[in-house]
């Protein structure tokens, strides 16, 4: 029994080594990304909140189902992890992680499409390395419709000094009111 052990063990230590997984994790179809953070390894992280008028719109489509207005649709679809940039006007990134491929680390993303996106605007683009963070979340002027920026796209890339850096498109959602719940 003890040799069966052994080449058990044998066989799945060289595939386990060349598929390493660092996984950032995933917002799901109920939640946004609006925070991003990179560890002290390099790995990145998203953080995700329900803000109010994602939850608006998922509590309309669901009223509307339950009055007969036709089959449940989901407001928010999520495709599986992929070796992508989500860069379509209605998506966003909604899970992290990296997978070794043998050679490197590469990112993988989950992509999120919301019809509520079409009114998202750019916010700014920004570099995080190692041990940075940012985080965007409910944002609101007096006198004017509040807004919950979101992390929409994360690109993996090398700089100058041969650093991973993740470079990270930041967009505007309208959004009118505060109430929100952490995931």
């Given at each position: 029994?003890?040799?069966?052990?052994?080449?058990?063990?044998?066989?799945?230590?060289?595939?386990?080594?060349?598929?390493?997984?660092?996984?950032?994790?995933?917002?799901?179809?109920?939640?946004?990304?609006?925070?991003?953070?990179?560890?002290?390894?390099?790995?990145?992280?998203?953080?995700?909140?329900?803000?109010?008028?994602?939850?608006?719109?998922?509590?309309?489509?669901?009223?509307?189902?339950?009055?007969?207005?036709?089959?449940?649709?989901?407001?928010?679809?999520?495709?599986?992890?992929?070796?992508?940039?989500?860069?379509?006007?209605?998506?966003?990134?909604?899970?992290?992680?990296?997978?070794?491929?043998?050679?490197?680390?590469?990112?993988?993303?989950?992509?999120?499409?919301?019809?509520?996106?079409?009114?998202?605007?750019?916010v700014r683009t920004i570099f995080l390395g190692q041990d940075d963070s940012y985080e965007g979340g409910?944002?609101?002027?007096?006198?004017?419709?509040?807004?919950?920026?979101?992390?929409?796209?994360?690109?993996?890339?090398?700089?100058?000094?041969?650093?991973?850096?993740?470079?990270?498109?930041?967009?505007?959602?309208?959004?009118?009111?505060?109430?929100?719940?952490?995931?």
């Amino acid at each position: 029994m003890r040799v069966l052990v052994r080449v058990v063990f044998l066989v799945f230590v060289p595939y386990s080594q060349t598929n390493v997984i660092h996984d950032g994790g995933t917002c799901g179809t109920d939640a946004i990304p609006y925070r991003i953070s990179v560890d002290d390894k390099g790995s990145p992280k998203l953080s995700c909140l329900i803000p109010p008028c994602l939850l608006d719109d998922l509590i309309t489509s669901e009223n509307m189902r339950y009055q007969g207005h036709g089959e449940r649709q989901p407001l928010v679809k999520c495709k599986s992890f992929k070796e992508v940039v989500c860069s379509g006007e209605l998506q966003w990134t909604g899970g992290l992680k990296e997978i070794n491929n043998g050679t490197h680390n590469v990112l993988n993303t989950v992509c999120c499409s919301y019809p509520g996106m079409s009114r998202s605007q750019l916010v700014r683009t920004i570099f995080l390395g190692q041990d940075d963070s940012y985080e965007g979340g409910f944002h609101e002027k007096p006198g004017h419709i509040g807004g919950f920026d979101l992390i929409k796209e994360v690109r993996k890339s090398v700089n100058g000094d041969n650093r991973i850096q993740y470079i990270v498109t930041v967009h505007r959602l309208p959004c009118a009111s505060a109430r929100m719940r952490s995931k």
